[in-house]
């Protein structure tokens, strides 16, 4: 029953591979269809773990906006940034800093975008 409900979810060629990976486990034994599934997982999936400069980024960021807009109101050249209403500029800061981080790291690791 499982099985009829997950291909039903998908379409096209996507649901012609998914059936036929089903019904290859079903001549597997257990232990085969873990270690089929541990190698297919390991292949196809992308791990993305967290690393410590963006933890750091994302808890300091917040903060800093605030007081970076907080001076930014009071210098006369930049008063424009009185009229973005802190609920946009802090997520907005927040989020350009751990993007800036995250390519800043993809860049000296060498690895391509």
């Known amino acids: 029953m499982v099985q009829l409900h997950l291909l039903d979810l998908l379409h096209g060629s996507s649901a012609t591979w ?3 990976i089903l019904r290859g486990l079903e001549k597997l034994g257990e232990a085969e269809k873990k270690g089929k599934f ?3 997982i390991l292949e ?3 791990l993305s773990k967290l ?4 933890l750091l980024a994302g808890l300091v960021t917040p903060p800093a906006a605030m007081a970076l807009k907080r001076v ?3 210098v006369p050249q930049i008063k424009v940034i009185k009229m973005i209403p802190d609920v946009i500029f802090v997520p907005g800061a927040t ?7 995250k390519l ?7 690895k391509q975008i």
């Open 51 to 54: 690393d410590e400069y963006t």
């Open 95 to 101: 989020l350009a800093a751990l993007v800036s981080v």
């Open 18 to 20: 998914m059936h036929r």
């Open 104 to 110: 800043t790291r993809l860049m000296s690791l060498g």
């Open 38 to 40: 541990t190698e297919f």
């Open 44 to 46: 196809k999936v992308n």
């Open 72 to 74: 930014g109101e009071s």
